[in-house]
């Protein structure tokens, strides 16, 4: 990612009727070249930035869960905006609603988050070519050898809060805990505040 990105940085989706907040930068970026995400997108790849749920902050706007299936068997869940149905940011099975995999393209300036590394190239389109001043990797990747060290310390938050209470799914501008139009019931926002919190393994 861009070391002096200003952080914190806005985006939303294009009705505009959805605007967010990242407050910090995020834990790392990927962009995932897998059929997957290829389908999902309707694009060679998608960029998303894996940030801590508790810093993305909702300014406002409805949103919509909508449960998806995905090449691991667990699937995800794909917060779209409630009007125009624009993704903003994934849940995967892996992190749960304690991590965002934020859509960076939703941005108001996405050129401030760059992919820290590329994986899933073995699947990537021919004609998308990649330089070698990114990290690329076929499939995934070990997380100890291309994380900084701040990164795997905010992971190590994530693991330690399994045996505490875990983040909300995100917060909205009051600071108080949103899930979406979709999760948006009482019953299930609490439900969704008891999952356990693990990290991300895989894109999928």
Request: with cysteine; proline share 8%.
């Amino acid at each position: 990612m861009n070391p002096v990105a200003p952080f914190p940085l806005e985006g939303g989706c294009t009705c505009r009727a959805v605007r967010y907040r990242l407050l910090t930068k995020p834990l790392f970026v990927h962009c995932c070249h897998c059929t997957w995400c290829q389908r999902e997108t309707g694009a060679s790849f998608a960029l998303n930035a894996m940030i801590e749920s508790d810093r993305v902050l909702l300014l406002h706007g409805e949103l919509n869960v909508v449960n998806t299936p995905s090449n691991s068997g667990l699937g995800q869940k794909i917060v779209r905006c409630a009007k125009c149905q624009v993704a903003v940011w994934s849940h995967y099975a892996g992190g749960g609603d304690a991590v965002s995999f934020v859509r960076v393209g939703t941005l108001d300036h996405p050129n401030h988050l760059p992919p820290d590394i590329h994986i899933f190239t073995s699947t990537k389109q021919p004609w998308v070519i990649l330089g070698t001043a990114t990290p690329s990797v076929p499939e995934y990747y070990a997380r100890d050898d291309y994380w900084p060290p701040e990164s795997l310390e905010r992971r190590s938050a994530l693991l330690a809060a399994r045996d505490g209470h875990r983040s909300p799914a995100y917060r909205g501008a009051d600071g108080s805990c949103r899930t979406g139009a979709a999760e948006g019931r009482e019953d299930r926002r609490r439900s969704s505040l008891r999952r356990t919190c693990v990290p991300p393994q895989r894109c999928r």
